[in-house]
Each structure stands twice: as structure tokens, then as C-alpha cells.
């Protein structure tokens, strides 16, 4: 364990109170976490957290609850990570449908926002060209875009062959590193850490399913052809710096980007208080779009 101590509003997040839940889609059990009670609330104010590839719901756990003051935050694990259950072959409308299914079972109110990160970013975009969900704004935080190759060559260590099993927790927590490698503040990488173990014939491994893998490194999506906005949050050290230098709007697609500056791959581990800034101003951002457009209507 780390010799860091938390801060106050990491402490104050992990004690919110959070309800729990599990859907079956497909035959398989997807579980989720929420913040702020169900309300009949205006469309668009909801949120809903997708994480990306071999994580999971608690990666938003630090997240989640300072986002919920005045909205209901639904967080997921996608089937094949975490506590949900696998399947024999993964697909980027799979894991959308489960998506869709657990806004509905969570109590999200209509036209909620996404906000995708790596992996979850991609389906996210997939989730919003679908008129059943029809989310009011999708935010991706550094996915891998068509552009971006990285992610995919940095995935290949991780898919070959089965998990280790380890003798204790501790000896498996102590390999706990992100893909692509990154800083990690102790006391987040310690919450995040022992929520991704589990325990096999008395020994320890990971909780994701590596046949996810095959499927993460196939699902770029296009963002030119969407009826809702998209923001693309561009870690500086993750895998959509480069386009960010290029140009702060993809041109083809017409997406902004936005720099999370001296972010890893993986904000949520290294610049938590950035990356709620950054979702907390977008989302402000849509709201204002909104006012205005019905004042001017």
C-alpha cells in the first residue's frame, strides 16, 4: 500500500454513497455503480462512464461522485472486465448494447452524455449513432483513434497467453501497470488496483478476459456522420497528442480537441482533478449551446 496519504477529496469521493446493480444482456450479467439518485430530470443531464480496455467501473470511482451533484452518473463494466460476466467473442455493438442496457436499468434519465475513455471512447461513438440511446454529447478521453497505432502495438504484450497466477494479493498488486505505461498517484493507483484482482483455486490474477483484446485493436469508429457533439480529451502523453499539434479540430470530422495537459494515456490515474475540470467545462459548454439556442428560438 502506499505511504501517500489521500487527500480529502479523493477520501470524500470513495465515501459517497453508491448504489450497485447488475443487468443481464445477452445471457451475461453486467454490473454497474452509480452516483446521485434517479430523478426526472430535463434531457441531456445524466451521465454515463465507460472505461477502456482490461479496466473497469472502479476506475471512475474517484470520478464518478464529483460529477453527481446535480445528475445521476452510471458507471459500467464492460463484459469480458471487471465483476461482470464474459462471453465467447467480443464486439464493439456488444459491449454498446450493454451500454444502452444499463442506462435503462440504472435509472438514467433520456439523451444522457457518454463520456469513453480508450476503448470506451470508440464504443461510446458507437453507442451515439444509435437513435434508441441518442446521447446529448459524447466526450472521448484519448482513445485510439483510426490515426493512432500505438495502443494496439502496446496491447500485444498483454494478449498472449493466460493469466499468471500469483501465491498472494500483494504479489499481484505489485505488477499493476497501465497500457501504455504511465505515472500513477499512489493512492489512486492502490483504490484501482485491488478492485482488479480476483482470487482462482486460492491463488491471484487479473479480472479482465484477454480474449477483449482481438476486439479493442478493431474498433475505430468514424465522428463525421453524428447527430450529437463530440469532444475528443487529448492526454499530452497519451495517444492523441499528435493530432492535437496538428491541429485543435480534426478536420475531416470536425471534432474538437482538447489538450489535458501533462496527462498520461490514462488521466483518471495521473491528473484526476484536470480531467473532471475538462468533462465538468464541456458539458457547462453544452449547456450554454443549449440555452442559448432555445433563447434564440
Given at each position: 500500500?502506499?505511504?501517500?496519504?489521500?487527500p480529502?477529496?479523493?477520501?470524500?469521493?470513495?465515501?459517497?454513497?453508491?448504489?450497485?446493480g447488475?443487468?443481464?444482456?445477452?445471457?451475461?450479467?453486467?454490473?454497474?455503480?452509480?452516483w446521485?439518485?434517479?430523478?426526472?430530470?430535463?434531457?441531456?443531464?445524466?451521465?454515463?462512464?465507460?472505461?477502456g480496455?482490461?479496466?473497469?467501473?472502479?476506475?471512475?470511482?474517484?470520478?464518478g461522485?464529483?460529477?453527481?451533484?446535480?445528475?445521476?452518473?452510471?458507471?459500467?463494466?464492460?463484459?469480458?472486465h471487471?465483476?461482470?460476466?464474459?462471453?465467447?467473442?467480443?464486439?464493439?455493438?456488444?459491449?454498446a448494447?450493454?451500454?444502452?442496457a444499463?442506462?435503462?436499468?440504472?435509472?438514467?434519465?433520456?439523451?444522457?452524455?457518454i463520456?469513453?475513455h480508450?476503448?470506451g471512447g470508440?464504443?461510446?461513438?458507437?453507442?451515439?449513432?444509435?437513435?434508441?440511446?441518442?446521447?446529448?454529447?459524447?466526450?472521448?478521453?484519448?482513445?485510439?483513434?483510426s490515426?493512432?497505432?500505438?495502443?494496439?502495438?502496446?496491447?500485444e504484450?498483454?494478449?498472449?497467453?493466460?493469466?499468471?497466477?500469483?501465491?498472494?494479493?500483494?504479489?499481484?498488486?505489485?505488477?499493476?501497470?497501465?497500457?501504455?505505461?504511465?505515472?500513477?498517484?499512489?493512492?489512486?493507483?492502490?483504490?484501482?488496483?485491488?478492485?482488479?484482482?480476483?482470487?482462482?483455486?486460492?491463488?491471484w490474477?487479473?479480472?479482465?478476459?484477454?480474449?477483449?483484446?482481438p476486439?479493442?485493436?478493431n474498433?475505430?469508429?468514424?465522428?463525421?456522420?453524428?447527430?450529437?457533439?463530440?469532444?475528443?480529451?487529448?492526454?499530452?502523453?497519451?495517444?492523441?497528442?499528435?493530432?492535437?499539434?496538428?491541429?485543435?479540430?480534426?478536420?475531416?470530422?470536425?471534432?474538437?480537441?482538447v489538450?489535458?495537459?501533462?496527462?498520461?494515456?490514462?488521466?483518471?490515474?495521473?491528473?484526476?482533478?484536470?480531467?473532471?475540470?475538462?468533462?465538468?467545462?464541456?458539458?457547462?459548454?453544452?449547456?450554454?449551446?443549449?440555452?442559448?439556442?432555445?433563447a434564440?428560438?
Amino acid at each position: 500500500m502506499s505511504a501517500v496519504e489521500a487527500p480529502a477529496w479523493f477520501r470524500e469521493a470513495l465515501a459517497a454513497p453508491v448504489e450497485r446493480g447488475v443487468v443481464r444482456v445477452a445471457g451475461v450479467p453486467i454490473v454497474w455503480r452509480a452516483w446521485g439518485g434517479p430523478r426526472a430530470g430535463e434531457p441531456g443531464q445524466d451521465l454515463v462512464l465507460v472505461h477502456g480496455g482490461a479496466a473497469h467501473g472502479g476506475w471512475w470511482d474517484h470520478i464518478g461522485p464529483r460529477l453527481a451533484s446535480d445528475r445521476r452518473v452510471v458507471a459500467l463494466d464492460l463484459s469480458g472486465h471487471g465483476d461482470s460476466g464474459a462471453r465467447e467473442d467480443y464486439s464493439a455493438d456488444a459491449w454498446a448494447d450493454e451500454i444502452e442496457a444499463v442506462a435503462e436499468d440504472a435509472g438514467v434519465g433520456s439523451h444522457p452524455m457518454i463520456v469513453g475513455h480508450s476503448l470506451g471512447g470508440l464504443v461510446s461513438l458507437r453507442v451515439a449513432r444509435r437513435a434508441s440511446l441518442a446521447p446529448a454529447g459524447v466526450i472521448v478521453v484519448d482513445s485510439p483513434m483510426s490515426s493512432s497505432f500505438a495502443h494496439a502495438r502496446a496491447t500485444e504484450r498483454i494478449k498472449t497467453g493466460p493469466h499468471k497466477t500469483y501465491a498472494t494479493p500483494d504479489e499481484v498488486l505489485a505488477r499493476f501497470r497501465p497500457v501504455p505505461n504511465q505515472h500513477m498517484l499512489p493512492y489512486v493507483r492502490d483504490h484501482i488496483a485491488a478492485a482488479s484482482i480476483r482470487e482462482v483455486e486460492g491463488r491471484w490474477t487479473w479480472k479482465f478476459d484477454h480474449g477483449v483484446f482481438p476486439t479493442t485493436a478493431n474498433v475505430p469508429d468514424r465522428i463525421d456522420d453524428l447527430d450529437c457533439p463530440v469532444v475528443l480529451l487529448a492526454a499530452e502523453h497519451g495517444l492523441l497528442a499528435d493530432e492535437y499539434r496538428r491541429s485543435r479540430v480534426l478536420p475531416e470530422d470536425g471534432a474538437a480537441i482538447v489538450l489535458l495537459p501533462d496527462a498520461g494515456h490514462a488521466p483518471m490515474l495521473d491528473r484526476p482533478l484536470a480531467l473532471l475540470a475538462a468533462i465538468e467545462g464541456v458539458i457547462s459548454g453544452w449547456a450554454t449551446t443549449r440555452i442559448l439556442a432555445a433563447a434564440r428560438a
